[in-house]
C-alpha cells in the first residue's frame, strides 16, 4: 500500500500539514522524556511559545519518528546549538 502519489516532495508537506486537524496524534510527554527525545535526533526542531500574565507556561514542541511530542515548564529552557528553534505566538497542545 502507497501513501504517496503524484509528486513525493509535496506528500511530506500534505501529510504534516493534517498532523494538527486530527485529534488523538500528539503525545504529552514528561519534561525529562521531551528532552531525551531530542537527544536523539542529530538536529532536532523545537517550536516553543509561552502563556500566562503572572505566572509564563513554556510549551514546547517536535515531532520525532512520525510522532508529535510536546511538554509544558514553568522553566525556559536554553537548547544546545545543534537545536533549531522556532519562537511562536501560540501553540495548540490540545490536539
Do not use: W
Not at 493534517?18 to 532536532?44: A, M, Q, Y
Not at 500566562?52 to 511530542?69: D, E, M, N, S
Request: proline fraction near 2%.
Amino acid at each position: 500500500m502507497s501513501y504517496y502519489s503524484g509528486d513525493a516532495a509535496t506528500q511530506p508537506a500534505a501529510i504534516g500539514g493534517s498532523i494538527f486537524t486530527h485529534r488523538g496524534t500528539g503525545i504529552c510527554v514528561k519534561l525529562e522524556d521531551f528532552l531525551n527525545i531530542l537527544s536523539k535526533g542529530e538536529e532536532p526542531l523545537v517550536i516553543v511559545t509561552s502563556e500566562g500574565f503572572f505566572t509564563k507556561i513554556y510549551k514546547y514542541v517536535t515531532a520525532y519518528k512520525g510522532f508529535v511530542f510536546f511538554t509544558e515548564s514553568l522553566d525556559k529552557l536554553q537548547f544546545g546549538s545543534n537545536i533549531e528553534v522556532i519562537y511562536a505566538q501560540s501553540l495548540g497542545t490540545d490536539i
